[in-house]
């Protein structure tokens, strides 16, 4: 059975930093591609960043490039995603997902793709 578990969120001002995890288990870690998504409030849920395993290949929402960095430990069968410069338009909850294959550029955000998702943590930017 496919699970992931995200942490790391939290309540944290402008310009602060988080660092979200999402633990996987379950599946060949390798042969995947996590991504992070987020949803705030009355809004659809946007896709944020993405990793394929097999060969670290990382995509990024323009709206975080630059300030997010998507990273893996295989070993630990973890991703990861460093938030820096945190804005109030952050504030959403964030989940992680898994696509049982890698993810290309038109691919990656489409929620469509992932087949397993964890329950969430909710990220808040006070101004």
């Known amino acids: 059975e496919v699970q992931l578990v995200e942490s790391g969120g939290g309540l944290v001002q402008a310009g602060g930093s988080l660092r979200l995890s999402c633990a996987a288990s379950?599946?060949?870690?390798?042969?995947?591609?996590i991504g992070w998504f987020r949803q705030a409030p009355g809004k659809e849920r946007e896709g944020v960043s993405c990793?394929?395993?097999?060969?670290?290949?990382?995509h990024y929402a323009d709206s975080v490039k630059g300030r997010f960095t998507i990273s893996s430990d295989n070993a630990k069968n973890t991703v990861y995603l460093q938030m820096n410069s945190l804005k109030p338009e952050d504030t959403a909850v964030y989940y992680c997902?898994?696509?049982?294959?890698?993810?290309?550029?038109?691919?990656?955000?489409?929620?469509?793709?992932?087949?397993?998702w964890g329950q969430g943590t909710q990220v808040t930017v006070s101004s």
């Open positions: 990793i394929s395993i097999s060969d670290s290949t990382r």
């Open positions: 379950g599946f060949t870690f390798d042969d995947y591609a």
């Open positions: 997902a898994a696509a049982n294959h890698p993810l290309g550029a038109l691919e990656w955000d489409g929620p469509d793709y992932f087949g397993s």
